[in-house]
């Protein structure tokens, strides 16, 4: 995995950077993990829009704090970095003054936006999501001595690498909110067999170790 430690001294991240850290990627040498990082920024892109059409539309009231990512309709909202300006110079203002100008900008769209740290780190937990990168200072451990690849350190194996394959290509995306975002292990097992040269026991107890726990056994649906 990349060495992102730099990244801890940016405040804001732009969608693309972010999602990108999200899944372990240095942002500026990714170019081969385009498809993975659209996953993620389609997802953020639709909560961002989320709350720019409460933003359009809502009067905020003055305690209606701009970090609350999800709101009482159930939507989860991703406020960007200008948002959340425009909602603090003007809270006492807002219903004389809606920001209709700026919404109908092409500023106000989603690749023109910057989201700031705590931002990011509220609606990773608002959608039941972990991040390879820590956005959350509070909660990042101090790296050690012995810190290396693995929690335990460096010792690496061939077997550790078909999981860790089998892992990110299967399992970064996965949403424990929504069933239908889990592999089978079935088709897990096939790639393995097929793309990693497995023999089927080994590669059905890789997928097995890598299953959700609690997860429904069956068809996705």
């Not at 003055?62 to 991703?78: C, F, H, N, S, V």
């Not at 929690?151 to 089998?166: D, F, M, S, V």
């Not at 059905?204 to 609690?214: C, E, F, P, W």
Request: hydrophobic share 40%; aromatic share 10%; glycine share 6%.
């Amino acid at each position: 995995m990349a060495d992102l430690s730099h990244w801890d001294f940016a405040e804001n991240f732009s969608g693309y950077d972010a999602a990108a850290l999200i899944l372990g990627l240095e942002p500026r040498e990714s170019d081969g993990e385009q498809w993975r990082i659209r996953v993620v920024t389609d997802r953020m892109e639709l909560h961002y829009h989320c709350a720019r059409e409460r933003f359009r539309f809502v009067n905020w009231d003055i305690d209606d704090a701009p970090d609350q990512e999800t709101k009482p309709d159930g939507l989860i909202k991703l406020m960007s970095v200008r948002m959340e300006e425009l909602r603090r110079g003007h809270a006492g203002l807002y219903k004389k003054f809606p920001m209709s100008a700026w919404l109908v900008e092409k500023q106000s769209q989603f690749d023109n936006q910057e989201f700031s740290r705590a931002a990011i780190a509220r609606w990773l937990s608002a959608i039941g999501m972990n991040s390879v990168y820590s956005f959350d200072r509070e909660q990042s451990a101090p790296v050690s001595a012995q810190a290396g690849r693995w929690p335990w350190g460096n010792h690496h194996t061939e077997r550790l690498g078909h999981l860790e394959a089998a892992a990110r290509r299967f399992w970064v995306n996965y949403d424990q909110t929504d069933p239908t975002t889990a592999p089978t292990s079935e088709s897990v097992s096939a790639w393995l067999q097929s793309a990693r040269n497995l023999s089927k026991t080994m590669a059905d107890a890789i997928a097995s170790i890598l299953r959700a726990d609690g997860l429904a056994t069956g068809p996705r649906k």
